[in-house]
């Protein structure tokens, strides 16, 4: 098990500059006071120029602030060694993170003209800084235990457990990611939530089965589950859906996620797809429409997450996270209203 912490310094952020692959201002213009982050991409063959460029990206729309962790996903066989050295370029080992996925879904791409379930070639990187706190642990599986998913859950969502108690955040989120398959990942999401007694949000998805790569510190690993806990000026919508594989799914989705704040602006969103999900819309021609509606429901807007073969999400900010499949899953992030800023002083 591996525990990285790192405080609030209350770095205010810097105008970010927009890269040219990515949308102007985009995550920027209704970001809080002192949130940096930066989302980046590649389609490039080589793993060590992809990691490279992507890394770069992200970097750049941090505006200087330094990055508190950095997130990776890419596809299967570009997540080696030469990736990691490429993202390094930028950021520091000890703060990289990440899983190989099925495809990026960001702002940018969802590759929608790779004609295959999982694309070969594709890298975003997400990189976090400013005025958060973050605490990152990661946890192995037993593959020989009888419950390995529930007990892998459980151990990281205790791990996790007194960081968040002791939060004075009015958002807190927990960004989870790793060897968490087992048809829906329940089995996982539910031992989360007694290792953490059902106290506050989760979001994520799978990466696959034990035998999938997940980077845990800037190393490549196989059979390990990561958490990474986001504390901030910030307030969250969440919701997930199933139905049909189509962009009405995400739309409805994202529709319910925003109708917890209306009125108010959100300034980033992450947002995790089923694998299979992104199989029928390959069928139907439907993956650019998906990103386009996506992209509709947050105008301007950046995002990070990626298509995976499970999802775990909450109908609503506080609810127990549930182990879902064949779902759209969204947590999206508003600033910290002046009225929700009284209720709780009340």
């Known amino acids: 098990m591996t525990t990285r912490i790192v405080k609030a310094t209350g770095l205010v952020l810097l105008a970010a500059l927009a890269f040219w692959t990515l949308p102007a201002m985009a995550g920027t213009a209704r970001a809080p006071e002192g949130w940096a982050s930066g989302v980046g991409n590649s389609a490039k063959t080589d793993p060590f120029e992809a990691g490279e460029e992507a890394a770069a990206q992200a970097f750049r729309l941090l505006g200087g602030v330094p990055a508190k962790v950095v997130v990776v996903g890419a596809a299967a066989d570009q997540v080696t060694p ?27 791409t969802n590759f929608p003209d790779v004609q295959t379930i999982d694309v070969p070639v594709g890298v975003a990187v997400w990189a976090l800084g400013g005025d958060v706190d973050i605490a990152v642990e990661s946890v192995d ?9 529930f007990e892998a859950g459980e151990a990281l969502g205790a791990a996790l457990r007194d960081v968040v108690a002791g939060s004075g955040r009015p958002g807190k989120v927990i960004v989870t990611f790793g060897d968490q398959y087992n048809g829906v990942n329940k089995d ?45 000026e910030f307030a969250l ?13 995400a739309d409805k989705t ?27 819309m390959i ?24 298509y995976g073969p499970g ?24 600033p910290v209203s002046d009225a929700a800023d009284a209720a709780d002083a009340e």
Not at 196 to 218: H, Q, T, W
Request: proline letters at 4%; charged letters at 25%; one cysteine or more.
């Open 82 to 108: 030469e990736l990691i050295e490429g993202v390094k370029k930028h950021f520091n080992a000890d703060i990289i993170y990440g899983c190989q996925i099925t495809s990026p879904l960001t702002a940018t």
């Open 141 to 149: 599986t037993d593959p020989d235990a009888d419950d390995s998913y």
């Open 188 to 232: 996982f999401a539910f031992g989360m939530n007694e290792g953490l007694e059902d106290i506050y949000p989760i979001v994520g998805a799978a990466s696959g089965n034990i035998e999938s790569k997940v980077i845990v510190r800037g190393a490549i690993r196989t059979g390990v589950n990561v958490g990474i806990f986001i504390g901030g």
């Open 237 to 249: 919508g969440q919701s997930y859906n199933g139905g049909t594989h189509t962009p009405e799914t």
């Open 254 to 280: 994202l529709n319910e996620a925003l109708a917890e704040h209306e009125g108010e602006d959100p300034f980033f969103a992450l947002i995790f797809n089923c694998r299979r999900r992104r199989q029928g």
């Open 283 to 306: 069928e139907r021609k439907q993956l650019a429409e998906e990103l386009e509606t996506i992209k509709n429901r947050l105008p301007g807007i950046d995002f990070f997450g990626f």
């Open 311 to 334: 999802e775990i999400g909450s109908k609503a900010s506080g609810e127990p996270a549930e182990g879902v499949g064949f779902t759209v899953v969204v947590a999206v992030f508003f």
